[in-house]
């Protein structure tokens, strides 16, 4: 496969930011609450945010510099004069209220009103929190870093939590939150958006407790099969053992016996139709039945 590169430097600041943007996707929105001095109340979303701390609990997001006239946004004026922040997190029933409050209102304008969300107090800090956002953190603002005074410079706003906030339905049954329930939005480029529900959402196992034999001790025959791609090795690589013989030929005569009696005199549709089956089990993240199938090939 052939890639394109570039260095940014020879970019324009437009094309970079496309391309910065749009290649580092999708992106959490942080939604930052801030006050100036005259304690009138800010409303922003940022999408260069994340938690990057668990002890102690640290999250960080980046007011850029505006790239049209090079000034900067009303948020990172208040943080630097009032050094509080709440993030609230965006759900899809926020995401049309987001996009709104990004607009370039004039200092003070007040965001909540314009997007039509609601005022709440925080318990830790003067900022308010979003009433309709699944989450909220109330933060102070530890540092800002500046990464320079050009179109486009970021400025890193590393804050501590200081309180979570949880909208009860959105937690299971461990009192922990549910992605599903969660209903998120993250930022792509351009004005594309994804949600984070639904089909969209899926599990893999973490490899946490196990060892994977990894892809370097898949048989050969496997790892250079026709059918199965990258991320089909990598399941099989996450296995911590492979399937013994005993049970690889109860499988066979079980689950495969249809495929053997089709192919028994044609070896090489038949090790075909055993890999594209596992492919079909892989798909469905079946990977032991899938290590069976491929196993099953070479059983005497």
């Not at 394109?4 to 970019?11: A, C, H, N």
């Not at 909540?112 to 956002?133: C, H, N, Q, W, Y």
């Not at 596992?278 to 079946?286: A, P």
């Amino acid at each position: 496969m052939s890639h394109l590169s570039f260095t940014p430097s020879e970019l324009s600041p437009q094309k970079r930011h496309s391309f910065l943007l749009g290649g580092i996707s999708p992106r959490p929105i942080a939604f930052a609450s801030t006050i100036d001095l005259e304690g009138k109340v800010n409303l922003a979303p940022f999408s260069y945010f994340n938690v990057f701390s668990a002890n102690p609990p640290i999250l960080i997001f980046s007011p850029a510099r505006r790239g049209r006239d090079n000034t900067t946004k009303h948020t990172l004026d208040n943080v630097l004069s009032v050094p509080e922040v709440v993030v609230n997190l965006v759900d899809f029933n926020l995401v049309h209220a987001c996009s709104l409050a990004s607009t370039d209102y004039a200092a003070g304008v007040n965001e909540f009103e314009k997007a039509g969300l609601t005022e709440i107090p925080s318990d830790t800090i003067t900022p308010p929190r979003v009433m309709e956002s699944p989450v909220s953190f109330e933060c102070k603002v530890l540092r800002v870093d500046s990464f320079g005074d050009n179109p486009g410079a970021g400025n890193l706003v590393v804050c501590e939590i200081n309180r979570m906030h949880f909208r009860e339905d959105v937690l299971d049954s461990n009192g922990l939150p549910d992605a599903q329930l969660l209903d998120l939005v993250g930022r792509c480029g351009g004005s594309h958006y994804v949600r984070a529900s639904g089909d969209a959402l899926f599990e893999i196992p973490k490899p946490v407790s196990n060892l994977g034999i990894g892809v370097d001790n898949i048989p050969q025959d496997i790892r250079h099969s026709r059918f199965l791609t990258g991320r089909h090795l990598a399941m099989l690589g996450n296995i911590e053992s492979l399937p013994d013989e005993t049970d690889v030929n109860d499988y066979k005569l079980m689950e495969l016996s249809s495929i053997f009696m089709d192919y028994c005199d044609d070896g090489e549709q038949l090790e075909k139709e055993l890999h594209l089956h596992s492919v079909r089990l892989l798909d469905s993240g079946n990977v032991n039945e899938a290590w069976k199938t491929l196993l099953s090939f070479n059983l005497g």
